[in-house]
């Protein structure tokens, strides 16, 4: 069964980046598409961005401009690059990935706080 961690989240002032990884058990993200959404505790979930197979990406308009996709070449690894970042980016980030029902990390938490 392929499994996720996320990883790269923690405390940074606003206008600051960061970069978080998604680290999948075995070489998935040159076949599969990578989605990163995030949730802060008590509301819903919301999409972030999405990554297909092929390595075309895509933003919500609430982080375009400033979040950017990208994968390793082994292809065991997905990334998220956050910059300039407001408070209101504050949540837990997951990254999920669509075999069977779907597979989820357990998160990470970014806070942008000054």
């Known amino acids: 069964q392929v499994q996720l961690v996320e990883s790269g989240g923690g405390l940074v002032q606003p206008g600051g980046s960061l970069r978080l990884s998604c680290a999948a058990s075995g070489s998935i993200f040159n076949i599969m598409g990578v989605t990163w959404y995030r949730q802060v505790p008590g509301q819903q979930r919301e999409l972030v961005a999405n990554m297909f197979s092929g390595g075309t990406t895509v933003y919500v308009d609430a982080v375009k401009g400033r979040f950017t996709l990208s994968r390793d070449n082994a292809g065991n690894t997905a990334y998220l690059q956050m910059n300039s970042l407001k408070p209101e980016d504050t949540a837990i980030y997951y990254c999920?990935?669509?075999?069977?029902?779907?597979?989820w990390g357990r998160g990470t938490q970014v806070t942008v706080s000054s």
């Open positions: 999920n990935v669509h075999i069977g029902s779907g597979i």
